[in-house]
């Protein structure tokens, strides 16, 4: 029997534009945002931190406390807005556990941008202070323009629509227009 939960899962590379579009169709739509950033910041500042061995604990913390609440929300069948940088290596397996488990219907939006143009928001990102700094690649655009050369985060193998979004075409105006879209994808 098919779950009446709807999990809007957002992915992409830092900087693709994710937490921004991830923020405002959480609001747009009604719906819980669990966004795995968020919770690493406030864990690190809870904790503390101090190095990139600490961020690495803590980031994989985080991911159990991520899959944590998407079950418990799903448990209570509320839809809910997913976001991070997800590795379909290692996240494909639990989202597959995940839907044979509970059976939500999956919306995959994976953000995209042109390089340079995530470049350029990684590095006003830096200047303005604005990374918090338990992430890996906090300042190091050398690091990051390494990791986007490797190309685009592939999908997450798991059944359900995949929309790929081109953020760089988009400007913060658009993304209501957006979630009016995704409105048919609610159970």
Sequence with gaps: MK????????TGHPATGKTTLARVLATELGLP??????????LADTLGW??????LKLGAATWELLYHLVETLLRANVSQ???????PKHASPRWQQIYQQYQPQILQLRCDADPDL???????RVVAGDRHPIHRYAT??????AVLAQGHLGWIEVPGERISIDTGALDSADYPTVATRLRTYLV
Excluded: C, Q
């Design 3 to 10: 779950s009446p939960t709807t999990i809007i899962l957002i």
């Design 140 to 145: 190091d655009t050398t690091g990051y323009r």
């Design 81 to 87: 807005v997913v976001e991070s940088n997800f590795s």
């Design 33 to 42: 945002l669990l966004h795995r950033d968020g919770m690493k910041e406030t």
């Design 118 to 124: 995530v470049i350029d928001r990684f590095h006003a």
């Design 50 to 55: 101090s190095d990139d061995e600490w961020s």
